[in-house]
């Protein structure tokens, strides 16, 4: 995105990094890889999945637990969201004084999973190991229901895997608008699209990268972060014959008598 369009200012990865190793630069981010500690945070923020050459954490779970070892830095909730959705996991076992990164991290993803209106997850604590006094020595549990994983990473993987509920939300002040048809052009993830006389946003499909804004001339859009049930906003316009030019345009005012162009002229030179 930065690098097709000079405005964007998108940092997503860079303040996900929890050492520093992302900077911004005016066309493209880059990775400082003696710093990176390949934790896969930066993964599942970016809205066009543009990261490569860093993969997740591997992570060990039973039935619907997440068990250990775990990692010392705790995962992000886009992450854990993922394990809800595509491993349908409900809990994790550890003992809570050892991870206090992790408490957090599930105490923060319940919050989310709350406005979600999904189920919670809890934390359970290790059960006590076996001890065969006979022998005088530790029984190893069994592990054969332990299975190793990842999980889908990016925006556009938790899109699809909580397809009911959309994160973002656009917002458009129609008075600005000159229906310019600009935002739908730049969309890659096609959550806006020109219909006849009208243009529509599937919350849906959002991903929240923001370019729609960034390319409108008059900053008349922008996308809200604001989780609530998918939707689809219709936003119709009027097809006139400009005053001064007599070209085709379209407006949302049907009071409006010349094109986005011709008011931007003064003193009628376009009717010169």
């Not at 997850?121 to 059960?127: A, K, T």
């Not at 006094?133 to 994983?149: C, L, N, P």
């Not at 000159?178 to 006389?197: I, Y």
Request: hydrophobic share 35%; proline share 6%; glycine share 4%.
């Amino acid at each position: 995105m930065r690098k097709h369009f000079p405005r964007h200012d998108c940092q997503a990865c860079v303040a996900a990094c929890p050492v520093q190793a992302i900077t911004a630069t005016a066309c493209t981010p880059t990775i400082n890889e003696l710093d990176c500690l390949q934790c896969g945070r930066c993964l599942f923020v970016c809205p066009t999945d543009a990261l490569q050459n860093i993969r997740p954490e591997t992570r060990r779970y039973t039935a619907s637990t997440l068990v250990a070892p775990f990692s010392t830095l705790e995962p992000s909730v886009g992450e854990l969201l993922m394990w809800h959705q595509q491993h349908g996991i409900r809990a994790v076992e550890m003992e809570m004084d050892a991870f206090p990164g992790w408490v957090r991290a599930v105490a923060t993803l319940n919050i989310r999973l709350r406005a979600l209106n999904a189920p919670v997850w809890q934390i359970l604590p290790p059960p006590p190991k076996a001890i065969n006094t006979g022998r005088r020595h530790f029984i190893k549990a069994s592990e054969t229901d332990v299975q190793s994983a990842t999980v889908r990473t990016g925006r556009r993987a938790r899109r699809q895997a909580f397809s009911a509920i959309s994160e973002y939300q656009l917002a458009m002040d129609k008075t600005q608008c000159t229906a310019c048809g600009a935002c739908a052009r730049v969309c890659v993830e096609k959550a806006l699209s020109l219909s006849e006389g009208a243009l529509t946003f599937s919350s849906s499909s959002c991903t929240g990268c923001n370019s729609c804004a960034v390319v409108c001339p008059v900053d008349a859009v922008r996308i809200e972060k604001q989780i609530s049930e998918n939707r689809l906003q219709r936003f119709s316009w009027i097809q006139k014959s400009c005053r001064c030019c007599q070209r085709a345009f379209y407006t949302f005012d049907p009071e409006t008598e010349r094109c986005a162009m011709c008011q931007r002229h003064q003193y009628g030179m376009r009717e010169a």
